[in-house]
């Protein structure tokens, strides 16, 4: 199982937008620039990391984007979501999806659902504000 290129894209132009929390707006451009993506790819993710109410956009004076929530409300899973759908590692996990030839006999298709909610928890478990941290340094809950 591999993300895809966008999804990977997605969670590096998250990251980078955490990492202006509290500071001064980024555009998209910046936000090419920063993480270098072409400024195309940070477009189209801008436009699906805000429709999936992840990222929200000011506009006017000192306007831009900016997290649509906490850093530490958002995780691993709600970003691969926003680009990919639903997590789902089989296609017949997905609804209105019957174009398996097995589908009629198949004895693990009931099993598929508990196996992308495990997927789906391993993600919502890892916050933005985990990814966004330098590699290396410790976590909060670890230096008390």
């Not at 270098?36 to 801008?46: A, D, E, F, I, N």
């Not at 996990?93 to 097995?102: E, F, I, K, M, Y």
């Not at 495990?118 to 909060?140: E, F, K, N, Y």
């Given at each position: 199982m591999r993300?895809?290129?966008?999804?990977?894209?997605?969670?590096?132009?998250?990251?980078?937008?955490?990492r202006h929390c509290g500071q001064a707006r980024i555009n998209a451009p910046r936000l090419a620039e920063e993480t270098?993506?072409?400024?195309?790819?940070?477009?189209?993710?801008?436009s699906?990391?805000?429709a999936a109410?992840?990222?929200k956009s000011?506009?006017?004076?000192g306007g831009g984007l900016k997290l649509a929530r906490p850093a530490a409300a958002i995780t691993?899973?709600?970003?691969?979501?926003?680009?990919?759908?639903p997590i789902a590692l089989a296609t017949c996990?997905?609804?209105?999806?019957?174009?398996?030839?097995?589908e009629s006999a198949c004895s693990v298709r009931p099993h598929w659902p508990v196996v992308d909610a495990?997927?789906?928890?391993?993600?919502?478990?890892?916050?933005?504000?985990?990814?966004?941290?330098?590699?290396?340094?410790?976590?909060?809950e670890l230096t008390s």
């Open positions: 993300l895809s290129s966008m999804a990977d894209y997605a969670v590096v132009a998250m990251c980078a937008a955490a270098g993506l072409p400024l195309p790819t940070v477009q189209k993710l801008v699906k990391l805000s109410g992840l990222l000011v506009r006017g004076l691993l899973a709600d970003i691969v979501e926003a680009v990919e759908g996990s997905t609804h209105g999806r019957s174009d398996c030839t097995l495990t997927l789906r928890g391993a993600l919502a478990g890892i916050s933005l504000v985990q990814l966004s941290r330098p590699a290396g340094s410790p976590s909060p």
